[in-house]
């Protein structure tokens, strides 16, 4: 601990304390020959005392926390959007079947009356056949040419799934850099999610540099990267 520092916290009790914290977080001190002196510490609200440099990368730790918050919520409503637009979609093509299926029961009535007045005019049309049928029949021949037949295999081509990995966890974090301080980049919401393993965990590395579909690249803990097989779908 430093000497400025100590005396910061041992003035911390005493009525003539010639320390206080300005708005930006910096602890001043009054001086009768300087005035007002920064001591070079902060104090954060909850009381903790930061160097300059730590306090500063505290501050932008923060505000990655808090992008990448931002960041995160605004998945989170655009998967609830997606999700209520397929319930709309869902909804509306349950309400068609049902009128489809309506207006196929009206209609059986009337093919069926339909079907069986066909039924008795094919059956009148066989009996006259039989009745002027003729005795004799002359019986011409037709030579027709030989069909070849071949068989045509018709491959099954299929579209390419993408990527030969996956993701097994929710809400994991891709992040700029292969450590727990590397900045936020985006979230993986929801657990399978396809993605391509652009370099994998080695003796050395625990983290996995993988690629979204969409293009954006990153590192991801090994532990929630599972490598499969690109035939599976």
Do not use: C
């Amino acid at each position: 601990m430093s000497e400025i520092l100590r005396r910061i916290i041992d003035a911390q009790h005493k009525e003539d304390n010639p320390f206080f914290k300005d708005a930006e977080g910096r602890i001043i001190e009054l001086t009768a020959s300087q005035g007002e002196v920064f001591t070079g510490y902060y104090q954060a609200d909850d009381t903790t005392y930061y160097t300059e440099k730590d306090w500063l990368e505290q501050q932008r730790q923060e505000e990655l926390t808090r992008l990448a918050e931002e960041e995160y919520q605004a998945e989170q409503k655009r998967l609830a959007a997606q999700r209520a637009e397929r319930e709309r979609k869902q909804k509306e093509l349950e309400a068609r079947q049902k009128k489809e299926e309506k207006r196929a029961e009206k209609k059986r009535p009337l093919l069926g009356k339909t079907f069986l007045i066909g039924s008795l005019i094919l059956f009148g049309l066989i009996a006259l056949v039989f009745v002027f049928w003729p005795d004799t029949t002359t019986i011409s021949e037709t030579n027709t040419p030989d069909i070849l037949l071949t068989d045509t295999i018709q491959e099954d081509i299929s579209e390419p799934v993408f990527g030969n990995a996956i993701i097994t966890g929710n809400d994991v974090r891709m992040r700029a850099e292969p450590t727990l301080e590397g900045k936020i980049i985006t979230y993986f919401p929801e657990e399978g999610e396809r993605i391509l393993l652009v370099q994998a965990v080695n003796d050395t590395l625990q983290w996995a540099r993988v690629r979204r579909e969409n293009g954006t690249e990153g590192w991801v803990f090994g532990e929630y990267v599972k490598q499969i097989n690109t035939l599976d779908k």
